[in-house]
């Protein structure tokens, strides 16, 4: 896409360097506006207008409000001195292959603001997003206003999250746009994030909370967002005074009914309207990634900047409906009831319909609009964002010493704590009620919770941040004295129910039962603290924490109260413990907050920042977790590993300078794996007990969990062979039991210790058994031999491939050779990303590295127009 004109000059240019025309004006103008309603500007609010301290003449206020009319794409197009607009190759993905394209800030801006197509728009926020790059060619000048050049990406970003006219449709983004934008946002600033948390260079984050400020802030409080307004349809006054008065329904102009203030205006209207709708608004969605961004938000050291812990205290505890004007009074919901049973009526008049009909739509219109209003995603969204933030208690130098030592302040975010607690205890009050209220009504509708399993997954979250980032000595929670009083008692018990499995453990096993997403965010709960107890090395002890969860979760799975999707679940959260995914990913949460797998399964596999960002957010693909950013989770799987080495070694023959498990553990791990074996063979069934929750010896029916559900046992053989992998070294079958069914074992079988230590219970594998699995394995030699020459081939095809490499490398042809023409590209390297699972970044990364990606190797230096005839000419 092309202009006639060049899109700037020098002329214009240099004249940008200067400050904005009449800046003098406008400083008089807005000196005695600065402190109108001072008292009413919240904590967060303040600490915003106290970091930001802007000249006059800069093209954007203190408040990150345009100034002087500018937006934030004509002050970069003055960077364009080309007659380019924007380029986008192949729109319709008809080529097979990966394109790398380049383009200046401003081509990237008019894509965004004039292209109609989203994905189009999406393309140019994800790149913005990671402006300016190193190779990024450097720009005559430095600031346009006032404004950096290097933050017009940034302004562009913002400008669309906001709202800016799109130029293509003369309308705001679509909000699934505006909502990439905020993520985009967040994205940038991370990219371009200050050292320290205490810097006040937070432009992105500012633009973020100051889009929250203008929409859901209303007189210094969080206003709820409703997803419906009252639209009213008025009459046409031309068209009224043409027909006498008489309104008609073909024609006329929509107003809001929250643009009125006055009560008696808002009343007319309602009277005066030929029709009264609900209509549905979307902003919804933008918010609540705006409070993701937000939270996701992070220094170079990892830490979130205090006005994050601010704005995400003040959205949970700061929710104030009164002053929200377009929530419609009991008298106004009265009064359009009456105005649309009237409309009712005088349809049926002209019409001619039958009572019974009109009746039955009209008692359907009012239970519909009668449903009660819950903001639980908003909500959810919140709690599950804490889950982002990084924080750590401050530092206090001794004058004496000069060491540093931490504070005995409470933690940062013990506020975030107890608000996820209080939201906690509220949702499963009102889980309990309705619960409660099932079992009388028995109408066989089950209710699903939202608010639960975000503020579990948040609650248990913070706890293990607050005990990982806290030292022993400066816990104020922890006193030495017995008998001694805490200094916050309510503090103490939430600390105490945050931070103990039993708390979980009860949410889970409550009757009557809970909704599956309450209680798989509970079981990831569960999971993480008992990973955690063996994040340190410890040589006295066993780290029994995973194999304690494995145990838990294999026993609820087993129950016959749990639904077939909860075990599925269940399963799915003892692989990702096992792969270091349990507390980075937050599972049950993701999929739960949303009625939308698509949009939930994309956060599950991308993180919150989606697959632009990378994986110190969280994803499942990438599984790299730095200590630096993520300290709880980091915790988690470090005693998660201990607990993986310790499935798989106990039972071995261990080193001399290795600690041996004792037999008891031996034993635990044996009993467990017969169970899981049995699970995966429908074997496991039988009478179970209520009162000890346990099952009764395996039946000579196959009458298992397992036996009819056949996604449930390959999940469990999943996680059997990520266990107990079959491979070079490993056999496939758990050292464990293998120990306990030696001879040296059996000779003490039947003795006291033998069924003191549980042995009795592992399984033991008896003459025709191991006879009929002999005859199987013959039986499958020759599937496997085909295997293992596929397996072969495929190796031989990769030697193939670096062959060819080097040989192309010894061409007589030196030119061909030079420019890369017909020669195959390099192998790549397995590196540490590559070994995580980042394939794709990992091959990107290498192929930029020797320049064989396109992205250097070919430039285009010129554009020629061709301008042809038309028949007027």
Known sequence: FLHGDPVTTTKQQTAARGPIESASRKKNTQGGKSNKKKNETSSSTALLEASSSVQDDYAFSGTQLHRGGYQALELVRLTNLSQLLWVRVDPQGLYDGRIALFQQ??????????????????????????????????????????????????????????????????????????????????????????????????????????????????????????????????????????????????????????????????????????????????????????????????????????LVLTILEEILQGEDESVMKNLVTLEESQLIKRKKIRKHIERKQLTNQDDEIVNTERNLCDEIADLPYVSSSLIGETLLALCYVNASPSLIEDPATGKAFQSKANHPVIPLMQACYRWLQWDLYKEDIRLESEMINMTGIGGNSTIAPCAITGLYALSLLRQVTTDSDADSTNTSEKGKKRKNESISKMIDDATSVQYYVEIFDSRPIRADATRAAAAQAITCLCCAVNRTDNNDEDPLGLLIALEFLLNRILEPTTSPTLRQTLVLIMLDACTGKVCLIQRAATLSIQNDMITAGARLLNGPLGASYGNDVGNTFLTSVSELSLPAASAVNNGARRGMQLLRSAGKQSKSNQRKPSDKVVVQVARFATSLWRTINGELGGKYFEKDRTFSAVTSVVDGVCAYDSYLRCSLMSLWQCIWPNSKNNNGLCPAVQRVQSKAWKEHEGTARYKDLGADQVMSVETNEKIAAEISYKANESLRNVIISEIDRQRWRGELAKRRKDSMNGTKDPIAASQGLNQPLDIVDKNESWKLGAWVTSAAHQRRALGADGGSMVSVTSFKLTMKGTPDD
């Not at 009264?276 to 902003?283: H, S």
Request: aromatic content about 6%; charged content about 25%.
């Open 105 to 306: 800030d401003s081509c990237l801006g008019e894509q965004l603001f004039h292209d109609g197509e989203a994905s189009s728009q999406v393309e140019a926020l994800r790149a913005l997003a990671e402006r300016p790059l190193p190779l990024q060619g450097a720009v005559k000048i430095n600031n346009i206003y006032g404004v950096p050049v290097s933050e017009l990406p940034v302004r562009l970003l913002a400008d669309c999250l906001r709202g800016s006219v799109a130029l293509h449709a003369d309308l705001p983004h679509n909000p699934a746009v505006r909502a990439q934008a905020a993520l985009a946002i967040a994205q940038w600033q991370n990219n371009k994030a200050p050292n320290t948390k205490d810097s006040f260079e937070w432009t992105g984050l500012k633009l973020l909370i100051q889009y929250f400020n203008e929409r859901f802030r209303k007189s210094g409080s969080i206003a709820p967002a409703k997803y419906a307004q009252v639209c009213l349809k008025m009459a046409n006054k031309a068209q009224a005074a043409s027909t006498g008065g008489v309104q008609s329904d073909d024609s006329g102009q929509y107003q809001y009914l929250d643009m009125f203030d006055d009560e008696n205006v808002r009343e007319d209207e309602i009277e005066n309207a030929i029709d009264i709708e609900n209509e549905e608004d979307e902003e919804y969605r933008v918010r609540s990634s705006v409070v993701t961004a937000i939270a996701c938000c992070r220094a170079k050291d990892g830490q979130s900047p205090p």
